[in-house]
């Protein structure tokens, strides 16, 4: 069974500052796709990033970067220049075909995030 | 291009109650998930499918709930006999395709059970 396990329950970064967000996972699988969505006040889930891992070269959207270490199974998440509309849960997610059939995410406990102006 | 609509956004509902949350995917995904959170705690898969089938339902509970996404209108969770227990937010993704794909997250339904 996969797992993902992200071992800060909360931090706090002072805003335009640079925080990062550990996650690791567990898997036998070799073809899979990670993922860190973000949740905040309003419950909505949103994709912030996505990594494939077959792809060595760590994916980047704007002020969002990731450092994906597929041999330690380690996928972190770098925000530069914090932001308040940062502040939130932060989910790291795994994907892989399942047993069944299925594409299903699974997903770590969070990270509670809060910028501070 | 609307995003992924469910409703209600709240449902309060009392023990032994029954409780339908709708989920109508993106256009042009036909393929869907349902998850759960529960407080303080991350989404759980409850289960799977593709329009008229359900693919996998490892995640959901044996009894009492059920799962449908028919052929034209929205994928419906079933909850009946509602307990304490089941008070949760309910998401529900899309993906356009089969495959690893990135999911796309409804709003979500708040339920409580009093």
């Known amino acids: 069974a996969q797992t993902v396990t992200q071992s800060q329950p909360e931090m706090s970064v002072q805003e335009a500052e640079t925080v990062t967000l550990s996650c690791t996972y567990d898997t036998s699988e070799n073809n899979y796709y990670l993922f860190w969505y973000k949740q905040p006040p309003s419950r909505q889930m949103i994709l912030v990033i996505r990594?494939?891992?077959?792809?060595?070269q760590n994916a980047t959207e704007n002020r969002f970067s990731v450092n994906f270490q597929k041999a330690a199974k380690s996928f972190s998440l770098k925000i530069s220049d914090s932001q308040l509309g940062d502040t939130a849960m932060y989910f790291c997610a795994f994907t892989t075909i399942s047993g069944a059939g299925s594409y299903q995410l699974t997903f770590g406990k969070g990270t509670k995030l809060s910028v501070i102006p | 291009n609307a995003g992924v609509m469910q409703n209600p956004r709240h449902l309060v509902r009392r023990r032994g109650q029954e409780a339908r949350l709708r989920c109508s995917p993106m256009k042009g995904h036909s393929h869907v998930y349902w998850y759960r959170q529960l407080p303080e705690e991350g989404l759980k898969f409850m289960v799977y499918?593709?329009?008229?089938?359900?693919?996998?339902e490892s995640g959901m509970p044996k009894e009492r709930f059920s799962a449908e996404f028919p052929k034209e209108g929205p994928s419906i969770l079933r909850i009946q006999q509602v307990v304490r227990g089941d008070s949760a937010a309910y998401f529900c993704?899309?993906?356009?395709?089969?495959?690893?794909?990135?999911?796309?997250f409804g709003p979500g339904t708040r339920l409580t059970v009093l």
């Open positions: 990594q494939e891992a077959y792809k060595q």
């Open positions: 993704a899309s993906s356009p395709r089969a495959g690893v794909d990135t999911q796309y």
């Open positions: 499918l593709q329009k008229e089938n359900i693919i996998d």
